[in-house]
């Protein structure tokens, strides 16, 4: 276990599904040779197939400590790149046309059922759910690997991959419950996000943190008691990891949605949440019911003119508290390094 162990939470009422994350970390991390269908960032519909294709049902992680099989997901099932006819609909003189894959291209791929959700009209539901490495505190993928080329740092409990030890194996994709590690066809061997390491050291916060315009990524250390993840995840007791059945115990952890009411059919609100709670349940284990309720609680103190401590942490005014300790401007770093000869 490491000495101190770097975290986020997610704040799913927040997350509007822009993509900006999925942009900001694709462009930074997986633009190279074998990394066009790659995204260590993604935002997926909830509920729906996610990425790589119905991932909750490939196994691996533990149960009662022992591990658990898995399925190694195919490319497919994360989805390809692909091209799309802009030539033909832009300059081919159909003034009709409509912009879409190349015929012959991938029938999957990330956020392939955007914004289809669930339930039924008047009561369909759906919400974002953004997703890297939860970068565990007992990782599966770790312990899978024959070569030992997967290890966890000490000084802040990122999960790292070192690919001159990696041979391309693929034990840790079967085993990662998760499904968050990606194989590069090019370079034969298993990449994944690193919680953008260069710049956590350099106290810069993560890529798709600070380029979300949604305010929803918070970072911290889970031992800080003045920074926001303690204060969400063991304080408050709010933020909750996905599937913590997986026993891998996970380092990223969310806020769960709040939903406006169902309607009868005769169309009047009832008391009953538009998400079901049996599904939040299933992702969010059974402590999903205490932090509505814990939020919901806050919420209306705030509405009424109270105080709220973690009223005010979620909405975050100050956009430099979501980042607890990484606060140092990207800028500032390249011009140090600039001083040093190093830029």
Not at 51 to 59: Q, S
Not at 158 to 179: M, S, T, W
Request: hydrophobic content about 30%; overall charge negative.
């Amino acid at each position: 276990m490491s000495s101190k162990q770097v975290a986020m939470v997610i704040d799913l009422n927040k997350c509007i599904g822009c993509q900006t994350c999925t942009v900001a970390c694709k462009t930074q991390w997986t633009n190279k040779e074998g990394q066009e269908g790659m995204y260590w960032n993604t935002v997926s519909t909830a509920p729906g197939g996610g990425t790589p294709k119905d991932w909750e049902g490939m196994g691996g992680g533990f149960r009662d400590g022992k591990a658990q099989a898995g399925i190694r997901p195919k490319q497919a099932d994360f989805g390809d790149a692909w091209e799309f006819n802009v030539e033909d609909v832009m300059f081919g003189g159909d003034p009709n046309g409509t912009v879409g894959p190349m015929e012959g291209d991938p029938i999957y791929g990330t956020n392939w059922d955007e914004d289809v959700g669930g339930g039924d009209y008047p009561n369909s539901f759906f919400f974002y759910i953004p997703r890297i490495c939860n970068h565990c505190t007992k990782p599966a993928c770790m312990e899978a690997c024959p070569r030992g080329a997967i290890y966890k740092r000490d000084e802040d409990g990122i999960v790292l991959i070192n690919e001159d030890h990696c041979r391309g194996f693929r034990f840790c994709q079967e085993a990662c419950p998760y499904k968050e590690i990606y194989f590069n066809q090019t370079t034969g061997t298993a990449q994944k996000c690193i919680f953008c390491l260069p710049r956590v050291e350099e106290g810069v916060a993560t890529a798709c943190s600070r380029q979300c315009p949604g305010r929803v990524r918070f970072l911290g250390f889970l031992d800080d008691e003045d920074g926001p993840i303690h204060k969400l995840v063991y304080k408050h007791k709010v933020a909750l990891p996905l599937h913590p059945e997986y026993e891998t115990e996970p380092n990223v952890f969310y806020i769960p949605p709040l939903a406006p009411p169902s309607f009868d059919d005769e169309g009047n609100e009832i008391d009953e949440s538009r998400i079901p709670i049996l599904y939040l349940i299933s992702l969010f284990g059974p402590a999903v019911h205490d932090s509505l309720e814990i939020i919901k609680h806050e919420r209306e103190l705030k509405r009424q003119g109270g105080t709220s401590e973690l009223m005010d942490v979620l909405i975050s005014r100050n956009w430099l508290d979501l980042f607890g300790p990484f606060t140092t401007q990207p800028k500032d770093v390249a011009r140090t390094l600039e001083g040093r000869g190093n830029a």
